[in-house]
């Protein structure tokens, strides 16, 4: 297992974990909800500007979230900002160097929440095959009253995580619209 190892002196604001690098969703968020009070804008009023909701927002103020890909390059011009600024939470110190451009970062981003939404999809895929699984386990149990309890347990637990399935790969399809 790796340690968690802090790289701030070399990548502000980024961690290292498990060979990737995250951004510091709580750091990006703060930095929003600066930069927004900075030009005097309520959440309301960037959420406009946005086409998103203020508590979308305040989401990404509180680090619950970050904004999708496909909105950062206008969060950026609305609050006068770089990505890499965006990414790194603070404004950059003029003699910093960065190795990737701002269309690498953007395309970076999108490819990442592309992996994240394949994977939800997967989890959910798998949530429906184990149901079935489970459902057919459920008709080989059965003759007495403690099996046939037994297969009705599995049989309604079988229902649930395929319904949990198809919620996930629904609410999947629906985030990516």
Known sequence: ????????????????????IYMNQLKTGKFISLKRKQKNLTQEQLGEKLGVSNK???KWETGKCMPDYSIIKQLCEELEITVAELMDGEITVEKSVRTYDEEQLLDLLRRTQELETQKRILYGILLIVMGIAIQALSHTIGGSNIRDFISGLLLGISVAEMIVGAYVIGKSFASNK
Do not use: A, C, K
């Open 56 to 58: 979308t927002i305040s």
């Open 1 to 20: 297992m790796r340690d968690f190892v802090l790289v701030e002196e070399v990548v502000p604001l980024y961690h290292q974990m498990n060979g990737g």
